[in-house]
Structures are given as C-alpha cells and as structure tokens.
C-alpha cells in the first residue's frame, strides 16, 4: 500500500491535500486518500505552464468573448476555471462529509494583504465560485481581521503566509469569535471546516537563510526540524485550547514534514513530487504527532531570535506578522507569481 494511502486508512483524522489544482495530479492524491486541494496564482501559473495546451484554448476564447476586459480579469477568471474544474473531483467527497472535507481552496489577491475589507470583499466573490471552496488570505494583522468577517458570514478560512505559533493562535482566536457570532444569532456551522496553515518548509528556509546572513553556524539537520518544532508546539495549544479551527503544514521540504505528524488531527496539504516520494518510502507508518523534539536540537534552535519569533507562543505582535522574514520573502514570491501569471495572459492580449 502507497504509504499516504496507509496514513489515512491507519489514521483518518490525519487528512491529506493536494497542493495543486491539476485535475491529474488531484486524481492521483484522492487515489491515496487525499480529501481536499488548494490553489493560489502561483500554483494556477505553474499548473498552466506543464498543461498548457489543455488551456491555450479557454485563455484565448476568455480574451475574445470580454474585448474590454484586463489581463487581471483574465487571470482571475482562469484561476476560477481551474479551481471550478478540480473541485468536481472532490463534490463525492464534499458531499458526503457535509462539507468538512473535499474542498478546494481559493486565494484572495495577494496585493490586498494590507487591506481589511478588500480580502473580505474578494473572498465573498471567490467563495460563491464553487459550493466547495475554502478561502485563503495571509495571515497579516488585516488578514486576521478579516478571518473574523469572513468566518461570520459562513466562509471557511483557509489562513496562509503563516509561519509563526503566534499568527495560528490569532487566527484561531478570530475564527472562535466569527463562529460565536454566528452561534449567537442562530447560524449554522456544522458545515464549516477552518483551517490555518503553518508553512514548515519556509521556517526551515528562513532560518537557514539568516543563519548564512549573519555567519551563524549551526548542524544543517537541525534547521531541517525548525518547521516542525514550530508546527508541534502550535498543535499543542490547539489541542490544549480546543480551538475549532485545524493546524494545516504546507511547503515541503523533507520527510520530517509529513512523518512527524502523522495521527494528529491535522491537514497536511503535499505537492504532486512529494506525494511521489512519500508513498515509495519505506518508513513505517505510526503515530509521531506527540513525539517531541530532540532536546539537542530544540535547544540549538532556541539560540535563534528567529527561530524564537516563530515557535513562542508571544514570538510576534500582530502588528509584526507581516514583518517577519518568511512572511516578507513568501508574499515577495506570490506578488511576482501573480505579476508573472498577468504576463502569461498578456502576451495572448497584446498581439
């Protein structure tokens, strides 16, 4: 058996994500017990390069039905196209969970991360593209603002650019006030499923490249178990606090950030290449969620300021979200991701 096959079937809490929204990579990942997908300009830039040929057609028909139309609608209504094409593959499985799996996650525009009521106004939009979206803003201090309104008004938060055990403590803070608000005034929310991500692989990145910039030397293996250290502690508050919100580990990097949290109640959202090399390891399948780290690395890595930003509990204010490195380095990444999915589109309208 495909070893993330085994991981649901042993441990169905622990839910698998496909990192794209590829028709054929998602097929792959529900075949190995995947239950969800997520998109963001990037991924649908990147999905839209290797199946190019599979959507030159839609872009230029897009083009030609809206002459007044920008480059920037064009996107969006790309990004929607994809999007709404993969979730049919998750309907089944929406449908039957009632809603608490099988969605496909829809990213606001990263240039509004400043912006309270913009993120909010776009993903009412995004949200009513397809009954099975999740919507995902980053977690900046207008991000968790508006994870408030958009849990209030009955969308599930899929929180991103998040990083740090401080940014998924506010964001699941915000989440339990919107759904008080809804419980207050008679709103359903058995149907909700909110989710905050914690990108490991980007800790581990970020800290390793600090460490270069300011000549610090430490063991590689132990920076490869920052993320993970970050993610553990995290997990740990919520179980502790019973938020209603689910940890969710993206940016993979290695095998520690899809092993060390098996049997945890917990979304670990894997790119096509990683689920490859995932289910033909030969580690054997077992619960490591509670399993600490080592007391040997924890401590190395406690010598870190970074490292201390992103695991304390306290580590930010949410005034310094966005401030942090991975947050800068990461947003930095998906504002030129969309300029360059804007490009894309571009040289079928400039002609």
Not at 33 to 47: D, K, M, Q, Y
Not at 144 to 171: D, H, K, L, P
Not at 318 to 335: I, K, R, S, V
Request: aromatic share 10%.
């Amino acid at each position: 058996m495909n070893k993330l096959l085994e991981t649901t079937k042993q441990y169905p809490m622990t839910e698998i994500w496909n990192d794209s929204c590829s028709v054929q990579e998602l097929k792959y990942c529900i075949e190995n017990g995947g239950v969800g997908a997520t998109t963001n300009p990037v991924i649908v830039l990147n999905v839209l390069k290797k199946e190019l040929p599979q959507w030159e057609n839609q872009i230029k028909s897009m083009i030609n039905e809206n002459p007044q139309a920008t480059e920037d609608e064009i996107a969006w209504d790309m990004i929607k196209l994809l999007g709404k094409t993969a979730s049919k593959e998750l309907y089944p499985i929406f449908n039957q969970t009632q809603g608490k799996q099988g969605r496909i996650s829809f990213q606001t525009n990263a240039k509004f991360y400043r912006n309270k009521d913009l993120m909010l106004h776009h993903a009412i939009e995004l949200a009513s593209t397809v009954e099975n979206s999740q919507i995902k803003a980053p977690t900046s201090k207008a991000g968790v603002e508006a994870f408030e309104e958009m849990t209030y008004r009955g969308i599930s938060i899929n929180a991103t650019v998040s990083f740090t055990v401080s940014q998924a403590i506010a964001v699941a803070e915000a989440v339990e006030r919107g759904l008080n608000r809804r419980i207050k005034e008679g709103l359903p929310i058995d149907k909700m499923n909110p989710v905050c991500t914690i990108m490991a692989g980007r800790v581990d990145d970020y800290l390793k490249k600090d460490c270069k910039e300011k000549g610090l030397l430490i063991e590689p293996e132990i920076l490869e178990w920052a993320g993970v250290a970050v993610v553990k502690n995290a997990y740990r508050i919520y179980q502790e606090k019973a938020y209603r919100t689910t940890l969710l580990v993206a940016a993979y990097r290695n095998p520690y950030h899809w092993n060390q949290f098996i049997g945890g109640k917990i979304v670990l959202t894997i790119p096509y290449d990683w689920q490859l090399k995932y289910n033909t390891a030969s580690y054997t399948i077992s619960s490591t969620i509670d399993n600490p780290i080592c007391d040997e690395y924890l401590q190395k890595l406690q010598q870190l300021e970074e490292f201390n930003k992103a695991y304390l509990p306290d580590g930010l204010l949410l005034e310094e979200f966005e401030h942090y490195g991975a947050f800068l380095d990461t947003m930095n990444q998906f504002l030129n991701g969309y300029d360059d999915l804007c490009k894309l589109i571009r040289k079928y309208m400039v002609i």
